[in-house]
C-alpha cells in the first residue's frame, strides 16, 4: 500500500495538468491574501470575518471548481491500470483493498501538500494559518477524491470518466449548493448527503464529511473487489 502510495503521490506532480492547477492554487492564494483587505474596504465584516477574509479567494476556488480539478487529476487512477494492464499485476503482489487504499492516500497526500503550501503562502500576508477553513478545505477534498475513484472503478474507460469527470466537476457544485438552500421539503432532505452542507455553518459538522467519503470509499472497496482484470 505504501508503495502505490508512494507512487502515485509522486507520478501526480510530474502531470502538466498537476503543474497548472498548483499554479492556479498558489496565484489565487497569493492575490486572496495580496489584495483582500483592498477588495473589501468599506463593507462592514464582523473582527471573524475580517480574519477569514485572506482565505476567501481560495475557498471560493475550492468551493467552485475543487471537483473539477480532482477529476481532472485523478479520474483514471484506478482504470488507467486496467487499461494499460497493469491491474493484473498489481492484483497478484497485494490485495485490492490496499491497492484502493493506497491509491487514495496518494492522491489524498499531493492534495494536502498543495493546500498546505497556499494556505502557507496566505498566513504570510494574514499573519494567521487559520486551521479551521484549512481542516473545512481537506475534508471537502477528501470527498471529492473519494468521488473520483468510485468514478475511475465503475467506469472502466478512461476516455468516458475524462468526460463525466468534466461533467461531474461542473454540475456538482452548482446542483450542491442548489440542493442546500432549497426550500422545498421533496429535495431539501438530499442536502444531509451533501458535503456543502455541513460547510455553511461555521461548527466542527465539517467533519461529517469525512465519514461521507468513507462511505463512497467502502461502497469503491466493494465493488474494485467484484472487478475482473
Known amino acids: 500500500m505504501i508503495a502505490i502510495g508512494k507512487r502515485e ?6 502531470s502538466i495538468k498537476s503543474i497548472i492547477i498548483i499554479a492556479v492554487l498558489l496565484i489565487t492564494a497569493y492575490y486572496s491574501a495580496k489584495f483582500s483587505e483592498i477588495l473589501t474596504a468599506g463593507i462592514s465584516l464582523t473582527e471573524t470575518e475580517m ?4 482565505t476567501g479567494g481560495l475557498l471560493l476556488l475550492i468551493l467552485l471548481f475543487g471537483q473539477l480539478f480532482v477529476m481532472g487529476l485523478s479520474h483514471d487512477s484506478i482504470n488507467k491500470e ?3 494492464r497493469t491491474m493484473r499485476f498489481l492484483v497478484t503482489r497485494t490485495s485490492r483493498t490496499r491497492i484502493l487504499l493506497g491509491k487514495f492516500v496518494g492522491v489524498w497526500l499531493f492534495w494536502v501538500v498543495c493546500i498546505v503550501i497556499s494556505f502557507l503562502l496566505i498566513s504570510i500576508f494574514s499573519l ?5 477553513i484549512f481542516s473545512q478545505v481537506i475534508a471537502l477534498v477528501t470527498f471529492q ?3 473520483a475513484l468510485l468514478l475511475s472503478i465503475v467506469i472502466p474507460k478512461p476516455s468516458v470518466t475524462m468526460f463525466l469527470g468534466i461533467l461531474i466537476g ?4 452548482i446542483l450542491s449548493l442548489w440542493i442546500v438552500f432549497n426550500g422545498n421539503k421533496w429535495i431539501s432532505w438530499l442536502k444531509f448527503s451533501n458535503p456543502y452542507y455541513y460547510l455553511v455553518e461555521d461548527n466542527y459538522s465539517f467533519l461529517v464529511i469525512f465519514g461521507l467519503a468513507g462511505l463512497i470509499m ?12
Request: glycine share 0%; charged share 25%.
Open 145 to 147: 477524491i473519494a468521488v
Open 82 to 84: 486496467s487499461h494499460e
Open 170 to 173: 461542473m454540475l456538482f457544485p
Open 128 to 132: 494567521n494559518f487559520n486551521l479551521f
Open 51 to 54: 480574519e477569514d477574509i485572506h
Open 9 to 14: 503521490f509522486i507520478e501526480m506532480f510530474k
Open 218 to 229: 467502502t461502497v469503491a472497496t466493494a465493488i474494485f473487489k467484484r472487478r475482473e482484470f
